[in-house]
């Protein structure tokens, strides 16, 4: 059955940089556009990132947050499947737990939370000094 498991999260300095690691099994991971989102301590869970299918037409585009464009890449290795989301510049507001999810494509990626149907567990990201 598809699942995913995050990894890569873990205390950082404000200013410093994580790579976290969405691991994919049971699917054709070209096939699926997948999502990064993060929800903080008492707040919606947000989207943060998206990369569309590469293999069914979608071309791997990728989306960002106005609160995060600049500062986080999102990018996938089918061959490894494995989906990546480089954080560099952290700030304390991108504490959260992460988390990646997964939709059938073809599509060309938004991080509407609904339009995923597999989600990961999520994994801890805190920025303090």
């Known amino acids: 059955q598809v699942q995913l498991v995050e990894s890569g999260g873990g205390l950082v300095q404000p200013g410093g940089s994580l790579r976290l690691s969405c691991a994919a099994s049971?699917?054709?991971?070209?096939?699926?556009?997948i999502g990064w989102f993060r929800q903080a301590p008492g707040k919606e869970r947000e989207g943060v990132s998206c990369i569309s299918d590469s293999d069914l037409g979608s071309d791997g585009s990728t989306y960002y947050a106005d609160s995060v464009k600049g500062r986080f890449t999102i990018s996938r290795d089918n061959a490894k499947n494995q989906v990546y989301l480089q954080m560099n510049s952290l700030k304390p507001e991108d504490t959260a737990v992460y988390f990646c999810?997964?939709?059938?494509?073809?599509?060309?990626?938004?991080?509407?939370?609904?339009?995923?149907?597999?989600w990961g567990q999520g994994t801890q990201v805190t920025v303090s000094s």
């Open positions: 999810a997964a939709v059938l494509g073809p599509w060309r990626c938004t991080v509407v939370r609904n339009s995923y149907d597999h």
């Open positions: 049971g699917f054709v991971l070209g096939y699926y556009a």
